[in-house]
């Protein structure tokens, strides 16, 4: 079993930045990857950015590759999504999840509670 807390959600102008952060806990969440979705009003979730907790290998999506970087803090069991250049577009709640793979996007089974994000025009 993985819990995951999410924060650092809010308000921002475009063109502006803002820091999630995902706190993992559980037994076994270092065997996982470590990722992180996105669903605004209307729309399906989508995948954003996943990191493995054993390689470190990083995966994007096209739309933030750029202009968003995943990275973790082992010593913190912490996975954060730096966002800059943010985007009305990039509006959403925002979910860390945990899975097998960085890339088997289908497959994340644990996930966090959300946090908003607004980027404001």
């Known amino acids: 079993q993985v819990q995951l807390v999410e924060s650092g959600g809010g308000l921002v102008q475009a063109g502006g930045s803002l820091r999630l952060s995902c706190a993992a806990s559980g037994r076994t969440f270092s065997s996982y990857a470590q990722g992180w979705f996105r669903q605004a009003p209307g729309k399906e979730r989508e995948f954003v950015a996943g990191i493995s907790w054993t390689s470190g290998e990083t995966y994007y999506s096209d739309s933030v590759k750029g202009r968003f970087t995943i990275s973790k803090d082992d010593a913190k069991n912490t996975v954060y999504l730096q966002m800059n250049s943010l985007k009305p577009e990039d509006t959403a709640v925002y979910y860390c999840?945990?899975?097998?793979?960085?890339?088997?996007?289908?497959?994340?089974?644990?996930w966090g509670q959300g946090t908003q994000v607004t980027v404001s025009s």
């Open positions: 999840a945990a899975g097998p793979l960085v890339r088997a996007i289908r497959k994340y089974e644990y």
